[in-house]
Structures are given as structure tokens and as C-alpha cells.
């Protein structure tokens, strides 16, 4: 949410330079492939390359309370983020729900999805890389989505829905079956193959949006 046009705008614009501060965390990963006896999960690089370095424990202090905070905000804004666009984009859009249903639902969802978080973790063969690198197959799922909402007017409501569907079942799909991948492709990228193809063509055998529909967001 934003106060503004304008604060929308400047926070659209900026933000892109968040990506600039992973640079010296790129370089660190990097550099622990280099470093004598590293870790074997790349998880682990950054907090071994700290442990074997000799540093004051104050500073290994800091940087453990710095990296536990980060992730608590970090935790904290995707489970209200989650649970905020499930009910007011999805089910209240459906549903016409009080206020005081759309806080309980929230509430159940928000605890729901740190109980599904809590399961990952505890499993000491789930590795924090993979884990991102195989949500960034579904969220990438929403591109063609975006895309086509904004500049194909013959896009519609069913074809978005069925193309986002059939990319994200078939990213979760390879996801699962890592030895079925041809030529060892990201899940994300097959799963934009089958999307992209199924919104076109759902799209086109499907009846168009209405004219008055269409001149809200095209000129």
C-alpha cells in the first residue's frame, strides 16, 4: 500500500536498487568455494567463513542477532503479506466477509503458513537455496500473467487462470521429479513452456473482455 500516486511510483522506481546491496553476498558465496574446508551445503558458508575466522565473539554476537532479526521481519511481512492477498484478493472476492471474519481467516492462514514454514525447516535435508530457487518457479509463474493483463487486450479472465494453473502444476511437477527435467531446465522455466502456450491459446478460443471493460485499462 502506498499514501500516493507518487510514493508508488518512487517505491516502483527504487526498488530495483535493493538488488545492488546482494552484491557483496554474491561475492561471499563465491568465496566460499574458495575457502579451505568450506561446508558442503551453501547454506552454511557465510556463518562457517565467520566461526573460522577468529572474530571477537561480540562481533559473531552481532552477526547472529543481525541475521535472526532479519529473518523474524523478513518471516513476519511474507506470512501478513500471504494471508492478506489469499483473503482480500482471493476469497473476498467470492465471498462478501465482515471484518471481523476477514481477521479471524487472516489470523488462521497467517498460522497455517508459519506451520508449513516450521515443517520445511525441521527438515535437516531441506537446503535454504534450493528451497528459494524452487519458489522462484511458481512466482515466476505470475510474469506471463502480468504481462498479458497489461498489454494484450484479447486476454482473458479463463485463459490468464488456466495458463497460471497448468505452469504452476507443471513447475511443483518437475520440482518433485528433479531426474525428469530435460536438459536439466529450471522447473520455473518449463512450467512458463506449458503456461504461456495455454493462456494464448485458451484465450483465443474463449469469448474476448468487453469493450467497456477494456477501455479502463487500454487507451
Request: one cysteine or more.
Amino acid at each position: 500500500t502506498a499514501k500516493d500516486d507518487e510514493t508508488m511510483r518512487r517505491t516502483v522506481i527504487l526498488f530495483p536498487t535493493f538488488q545492488l546491496f546482494l552484491i557483496p553476498v554474491f561475492l561471499i558465496g563465491f568465496s566460499g568455494v574458495l575457502f579451505p574446508g568450506s561446508p558442503s551445503s551453501s547454506d552454511f558458508i557465510l556463518p562457517f567463513m565467520i566461526l573460522e575466522t577468529d572474530l571477537p565473539a561480540v562481533v559473531v554476537g552481532l552477526f547472529c542477532a543481525g541475521a535472526l532479526s532479519a529473518s523474524m521481519s523478513t518471516g513476519d511481512a511474507l506470512l501478513h503479506a500471504s494471508a492478506s492477498v489469499v483473503v482480500e484478493d482471493g476469497v473476498q472476492q467470492f465471498v462478501d466477509l465482515s471484518e471481523r471474519a476477514q481477521r479471524r481467516l487472516m489470523q488462521g492462514i497467517v498460522l497455517l503458513t508459519g506451520a508449513i514454514a516450521y515443517v520445511f525447516a525441521q527438515d535437516p535435508d531441506s537446503s535454504l537455496v534450493l528451497l528459494l530457487a524452487s519458489a522462484y518457479g511458481v512466482i515466476c509463474q505470475f510474469a506471463p500473467t502480468v504481462i498479458a493483463a497489461l498489454y494484450w487486450k484479447r486476454a482473458t479472465t479463463k485463459g490468464v487462470i488456466a495458463g497460471l494453473i497448468a505452469g504452476t502444476i507443471t513447475a511443483f511437477f518437475f520440482w518433485q521429479n528433479p531426474e525428469l527435467k530435460p536438459y536439466e531446465m529450471h522447473e520455473g522455466i518449463l512450467g512458463l513452456i506449458v503456461h504461456i502456450p495455454t493462456l494464448v491459446g485458451i484465450s483465443l478460443v474463449t469469448s474476448a473482455q468487453e469493450a467497456e471493460h477494456l477501455e479502463k485499462f487500454f487507451d
